[in-house]
Each structure stands twice: as structure tokens, then as C-alpha cells.
């Protein structure tokens, strides 16, 4: 158990819909990564929160949005799905920004029909 | 071409063989990463390193920065170290904040 908790698991849901996907970082970490894991594109980084403060943006459509609070749970929002949204969303944390362990998430399987 | 490039991208091997997976960069990096991936899709990381070898079990990571390149290595496999291998790199600067994964090395060890 790595200490970081995502919830829902699994999520089934329609094209055009919109989904909230939500992490709690390991107790004491303050930086948040959200990643996207998908069959043809592998594991993307998508968006890195540290303290409350978007950090650095990797390949995440405007279709999707995240934020960390200020009790540092962090979600990331998924709106108009498409087909092609459907991928496994890894949420991880780690201490600090840099060349820190990351600690990953069990994940949330989004399947879009 | 990829930033992070694995091999191989399959390996299958009979218990107790000495395992070896290989990982190569092309930007500087700040850390590298290796992770392990089961069936059921959650990943756990293995080793961060920067220089160097680590050492965890039967799990040996090692790195040459000069080279740009990784190499993971198991002893005496075991049926239970089937699983999807990942390397993934943390550049400098701006880049060392977000991770840049390889394609995985999908390892199936045979009793």
C-alpha cells in the first residue's frame, strides 16, 4: 500500500459526459502528479500540483482540468468524453518537486461507451 | 523517436534465470525511475536513481549517465516478478517535474 488513495476505482460512463476523479496524496506529501495510462499512448504525464499550485502541464486536452486543495487532495475533471478518454487515470505524490520517489495510486479505470 | 526507449518489449523466461532489462535516454535527466506494473494495473516504484547502483532483493538497478542509459536486472526469477517493467526519466530544470515513460518491458517468468 502506497499510501495514496484514489477513488472510484472503476467508472462507466457515456460519450459527452462529465467525470471527477479524486486523489489524496500520502500524508506530508505536497506535490500531486495526475497521469493517463491508455493502450495505444502508454503512460502520460498530464498535470503536476505542488501546495495548492499548478507546476508544470504535460499533454492534457483543455477538455480536462485539475486542482489540489488546500488539505491537498487533489482532482482532476474530465469533461465532453470521448471515446478515447477511456484509459486508467494513476494520480501519484511525493514530497517535494525534483528527483523525488513518486508514490502511485491503485488508479481509476474510465471507460467511455 | 521516443525519449525513453526499452528492450526488450517482451522477455519470457524460466524460473531462476538471471533477468536484464534495458533502458535508454536521449534528453539530460535529473532521475531516473524504474516501476513495476501487475496484471492488475497498479504500478509500484522500484528504484529512483540518479548515479550509480541500487541494490533491493533480488532487484539491481544500475545507471551510467555518460551513456545515457539503465539497466535492471533480477536474480533468480520467479514466477511472481511477471509483470510490465517501466523506465521513466525526470529531466532538469523545468522538465524535473514531470516523468517521461518508456513504452514498458512486459516480463513473464515460467515455473
Known amino acids: 500500500d502506497s499510501g495514496v488513495t484514489q477513488t472510484p476505482k472503476h467508472l462507466i460512463t457515456a460519450t459527452g459526459q462529465r467525470v471527477t476523479l479524486r486523489c489524496s496524496p500520502r500524508?506530508?506529501?505536497?506535490?500531486v502528479y495526475w497521469y493517463q495510462q491508455s493502450l495505444d499512448q502508454g503512460l502520460q504525464f498530464l498535470i503536476q500540483y505542488y501546495n495548492g499550485e499548478e507546476r508544470a502541464k504535460g499533454n492534457i486536452l483543455e477538455r480536462f482540468s485539475a486542482q489540489q486543495f488546500p488539505d491537498l487532495h487533489s482532482e482532476l475533471n474530465l469533461s465532453s468524453l470521448e471515446l478515447g478518454d477511456s484509459a486508467l487515470y494513476f494520480c501519484?505524490?511525493?514530497?517535494?518537486?525534483?528527483?523525488?520517489?513518486?508514490?502511485f495510486g491503485p488508479g481509476t479505470r474510465l471507460t467511455v461507451t | 523517436k521516443n525519449e525513453v526507449e526499452q528492450s526488450p518489449q517482451n522477455l519470457t523466461a524460466q524460473e531462476g534465470e538471471f533477468i536484464t532489462i534495458n533502458c535508454s535516454y536521449s534528453v539530460g535527466i535529473s532521475a531516473l525511475h524504474w516501476l513495476q506494473q501487475h496484471p492488475g494495473g497498479g504500478i509500484v516504484s522500484l528504484f529512483m536513481?540518479?548515479?550509480g547502483k541500487k541494490k533491493h532483493g533480488r532487484l539491481i538497478a544500475t545507471i551510467n549517465i555518460q551513456e545515457k542509459h539503465s539497466s535492471l536486472h533480477i536474480t533468480a526469477s520467479h514466477p511472481r516478478d511477471s509483470a510490465v517493467y517501466i523506465c521513466a526519466v525526470l529531466g532538469r530544470g523545468q522538465g524535473a517535474q514531470k516523468l517521461v515513460f518508456g513504452q514498458g518491458t512486459r516480463l513473464t517468468i515460467n515455473p
Open positions: 536513481l540518479s548515479s
Open positions: 500524508s506530508g506529501d505536497l506535490s
Open positions: 501519484a505524490s511525493s514530497v517535494a518537486i525534483g528527483p523525488y520517489e513518486q508514490y
